[in-house]
């Protein structure tokens, strides 16, 4: 079974603090993602790595970076965390075939709360 | 740029109840769809994927089909038990094989 473990469930930082969400996947995927999930709006993808050092944007990348220096750790950081980005943040992992029967594999998710 | 629509919203039904769950989508270039179940403060399970060139996929009492053209899925689930209540989210993978695209996602609960 694909494991995809985030580091945290909850997570509490005051605006201005720089914040490190942590990624890791089990299955030597090719691909990994960041999204963002709120009321409303449902998952929103913020950036996603499809190798080693390599990094797209995705829909909002505003206010946040990544950083991916292991295949099976991808990392997303919130260089001056704001109360805007209070929110659940769900990383996720694919084979990276791009075949039509590529999925990808959720991770529980973190709840961050930016006060 | 692809948008999905899921319809209802939220969705209240009485135990042992066949329902409906409805996934519209505007661009039909697609690689796949997929039905995903979350649970309240959770993450994604995916529960079924349906294939571009596919028509339906059956897993146990769920039924997803897919009409490409018409850019509609549903999703069918038989005899609801309490333990189906979730929020269920469609999604469709396009840009390279790389990009899901979720919809909002509708709200179930099922009742005793």
């Known amino acids: 079974d694909v494991k995809v473990t985030q580091s945290s469930r909850y997570l509490v930082k005051r605006t201005g603090e720089k914040v490190f969400l942590e990624c890791v996947q089990d299955m030597d995927h090719e691909n990994m993602f960041w999204y963002r999930q709120d009321p409303g709006l449902g998952l929103r993808l913020i950036y996603f790595s499809y190798d080693v050092k390599m990094k797209e944007k995705g829909d909002i990348p505003e206010g946040y970076s990544v950083s991916r220096e292991k295949k099976e750790r991808f990392s997303l950081i919130l260089e001056s965390a704001s109360t805007n980005q209070t929110s659940m943040y769900l990383c996720a992992s694919s084979f990276g075939g791009a075949g039509p029967g590529d999925t990808q594999y959720f991770g529980p998710g973190t709840r961050l709360t930016v006060l | 740029k692809q948008e999905v629509t899921q319809i209802p919203a939220a969705l209240s039904v009485p135990e042992g109840e066949n329902l409906v769950l409805n996934c519209s989508f505007t661009d039909s270039a697609i690689y796949n769809l997929q039905w995903f179940r979350q649970d309240p403060g959770k993450g994604l399970t995916s529960l079924l994927l349906i294939q571009s060139s596919q028509r339906e996929q059956t897993s146990g009492r769920l039924n997803a089909s897919l009409d490409k053209s018409s850019g509609r899925s549903t999703l069918y689930i038989a005899a609801s038990q309490p333990g189906d209540s979730a929020t269920y989210l469609c999604?469709?993978?396009?840009?390279?094989?790389?990009?899901?695209?979720f919809g909002t996602g509708t709200q179930l609960k099922v009742e005793l």
């Open positions: 999604a469709v993978l396009t840009g390279g094989g790389n990009k899901l695209t």
